[in-house]
């Protein structure tokens, strides 16, 4: 049903559903809070009279002038005296009633409305300036104990207890006016959240109508273009054109990148097949097919790390493979990954490590050994004879460098932006055996980890390619 409703229309719904919840939430919580509220205060108010009542109440000894009840004050005879209690003291303020008790529990004077409903023990124990609870049917009573102290006042107690409904009553009183107010801004505030609905929306129609025009068609370059505007309809739009423009560059990056994997893949395909229609049709010697299958064999690995690295690739691009991220000590992985390279640089390479000490990044161990890996391989693969390459590793306020150098042939400028692309290898002086794929591998691990890596060179000079990576320690 609600499908079939206008987005102007389900919005209003929204939010006269939300403004419900929040009505309901507010009454719900003021409940609990000014109930909470209202205990407390009557609790206190317990207590008050309490302590109020405790400095009406004195002993006179036999034969003390004013022995006598009065109009305003009563004495009870006790121990030999008279304890003298003010006529003020029976009167209830708020509900609150009080009760003068020997330590046995007896009454000597006041009300105690809720002793039926004790327990002898109950009666007989008095927890000193303690307010406790006791439930009596669908009535919670509010009890507080005062232990007099003074000249022949030891073992007397003042009780007072007041009933939990007489602050619920006053509860009752504000949650009425609520149950009027509540409501009323909820009928208000449906017709306000139409018309700011109804206005806000004008610029769908836009949008339908652009996105309408571009599934019906192939024409990923057409854009919404809606004018500047902070809005959320005027971000969605703008969004909509990014999207288009990352997926109409996403697809012409696959474009290229199928095109570019069956090149990759043709050439050492075909010396696979040549291989082995030979063989099948020509009558070799034992050596000869040990060749064959020797060639086969190196262009197969060839292939399978190929397949490898576009699969990791793409796997980081997407995102679709969990690298598990931990603590990696980075200096004593590229101090052990330079020791081993270093031993099988070919074209009389010499390499160089300085490695900061202890520096530690978050990251993934395996990921970031490749992305060395790469580097310093690219810099042996097209480095001079005889040359030089130089691994560092430090630490900056902003973050880790790791910096690969070498004093080869360098790249030219117009170049310079292709070497992370995908299967690009450059020129004939620069072209080898490796898959083209190092160099976008070394980016995409970079982004992986949050970083970024940048190339500086120069025709004859050398070329230096930097990671950076953030945090750190």
Request: charged share 25%; proline share 3%; aromatic share 6%.
């Amino acid at each position: 049903m609600l499908k079939n409703l206008s987005l102007r229309t389900k919005i209003t719904l929204w939010i006269g559903t939300l403004l419900g919840v929040l009505v309901l939430f507010t009454y719900m919580a003021f409940f609990m809070v000014a109930r909470g509220v209202m205990m407390k205060s009557l609790q206190n108010d317990l207590v008050r009279t309490v302590a109020q009542n405790y400095d009406e109440i004195g002993y006179l000894p036999s034969g003390t002038e004013g022995g006598q009840s009065s109009d305003t004050l009563l004495h009870i005879p006790y121990k030999g005296g008279a304890l003298e209690v003010e006529d003020d003291f029976l009167k209830s303020a708020g509900g609150i009633t009080t009760a003068l008790c020997r330590e046995d529990g007896t009454l000597l004077y006041g009300e105690n409305p809720i002793a039926r409903g004790m327990t002898e023990e109950e009666r007989r124990t008095f927890l000193d300036g303690q307010v406790r609870e006791k439930k009596l049917g669908s009535i919670t009573w509010y009890i507080y104990d005062r232990a007099l102290s003074g000249e022949n006042l030891e073992g007397l107690f003042l009780r007072g207890m007041v009933p939990s409904v007489q602050g619920e009553r006053e509860l009752d009183a504000i949650i009425r006016y609520l149950l009027i107010i509540l409501p009323l801004l909820l009928l208000v505030g449906l017709p306000v959240g139409y018309l700011i609905a109804d206005r806000s929306l004008l610029p769908v129609r836009r949008i339908i109508g652009t996105a309408e025009r571009i599934s019906r068609g192939d024409d990923l370059g057409q854009r919404i273009g809606l004018s500047e505007g902070g809005d959320e309809l005027h971000r969605m739009a703008g969004a909509y054109d990014a999207m288009f423009e990352r997926l109409e560059e996403s697809f012409e990056a696959e474009k290229k990148f199928t095109s570019d994997a069956s090149h990759e893949l043709r050439t050492p395909l075909a010396v696979i097949m040549a291989q082995c229609q030979l063989a099948l049709e020509e009558d070799l010697s034992a050596q000869e097919y040990k060749e064959a299958l020797v060639l086969i064999r190196r262009q197969g690995s060839r292939m399978s790390a190929l397949i490898e690295d576009m699969l990791s690739l793409s796997r980081m691009e997407r995102k679709t493979d969990r690298y598990p991220m931990e603590e990696v000590d980075l200096s004593g992985t590229l101090e052990e990954l330079c020791r081993d390279m270093d031993l099988v640089m070919e074209k009389d390479i010499s390499l160089t490590a300085q490695i900061g000490r202890g520096i530690r990044v978050r990251g993934n161990e395996e990921l970031l050994l490749r992305m060395a890996s790469n580097l310093i391989s690219n810099a042996c693969r097209y480095g001079r004879e005889k040359g030089h390459i130089w691994v560092r590793l430090y630490r900056k306020e902003e973050g880790i460098f790791l910096e690969v150098e070498d004093d080869g042939p360098g790249i030219p400028p117009a170049e310079q932006k292709k070497v992370f692309d995908r299967f690009y290898r450059g020129d004939a002086a620069r072209s080898g055996p490796g898959s083209g794929l190092g160099l976008s591998m070394v980016r995409q691990i970079a982004l992986t980890h949050g970083g970024n890596v940048s190339l500086e060179s120069r025709t004859g000079k050398g070329s230096l390619f930097r990671v950076f990576l953030p945090g750190g320690k």
